[in-house]
Each structure stands twice: as C-alpha cells, then as structure tokens.
Nanobody
Framework: QVQLVESGGGLVQAGGSLRLSCAASGRISSNYAMGWFRQAPGKEREFVAGVRWTSGDTAYVDSVKGRFTISRDNAKNTVYLRMNSLKPEDTAVYYC????????????????WGQGIQVTVSS
C-alpha cells in the first residue's frame, strides 16, 4: 500500500506563490507517475500536473502552464508543486495521487490518493 501526505497549503493573495509537497511512503514503484489534482467548490476534480519518477517527464493542464511547476526528489520520495502567479480561480482542495505507468489526466486511472489540502487565493 502507498500512503501520500500533502502539506504546504494555505491562504495567499492573488499574484502570490505557494509550494505544495507530497510525501510518499510504502510500496511505491519507480515506474509510478505522480499527479496533482484539484477540486473547487461546485466543480469536478481536475488534473493539474503530473511527473514520472524515473524519467522526470511532466504534464500540465493548460490553465496552469507557465505558472505551476511540478518536480520530484527521488531520494526523499517527495513530489512538489510550485504555484506562482496564483489566481482566485486556483482556489481548491489539492490532492496528490499515484498510478503505475505513464502520466494520465483521468482521476479514475490513479490508484492512491492523499487526503487533500486547501489552497485559498484571495482577490
């Protein structure tokens, strides 16, 4: 079983920055892909960014390209999401997730999930 724990959320003013962390433990494979999803009030959960442990390949949803950066530290089993130029539309609960194989944007493809962490961006 894989356990994922998010940290680093909070309240920030529009235009500000936050860095989310996802610490992974348990029987995680080097062939896993890690993803960040978010769910805003009244909206469906959506894919934000993903990274593969082995290759470092990344993927982003169009709305965050140029603002968010996903990265991983293999030695620490930790994935990060650096969020710059935050907008009120980024307000959501952010979830870390893991799946075997390539990065995918569908939440149903992911096998393990963290509890989520709140990010609130004020106007």
């Amino acid at each position: 079983q894989v356990q994922l724990v998010e940290s680093g959320g909070g309240l920030v003013q529009a235009g500000g920055s936050l860095r989310l962390s996802c610490a992974a433990s348990g029987r995680i494979s080097s062939n896993y892909a890690m993803g960040w999803f978010r769910q805003a009030p009244g909206k469906e959960r959506e894919f934000v960014a993903g990274v593969r442990w082995t290759s470092g390949d990344t993927a982003y949803v169009d709305s965050v390209k140029g603002r968010f950066t996903i990265s991983r530290d293999n030695a620490k089993n930790t994935v990060y999401l650096r969020m710059n130029s935050l907008k009120p539309e980024d307000t959501a609960v952010y979830y870390c997730a893991a799946k075997f194989g390539l990065i995918r944007s569908q939440e149903s493809d992911y096998d393990y999930w963290g509890q989520g962490i709140q990010v609130t961006v004020s106007s």
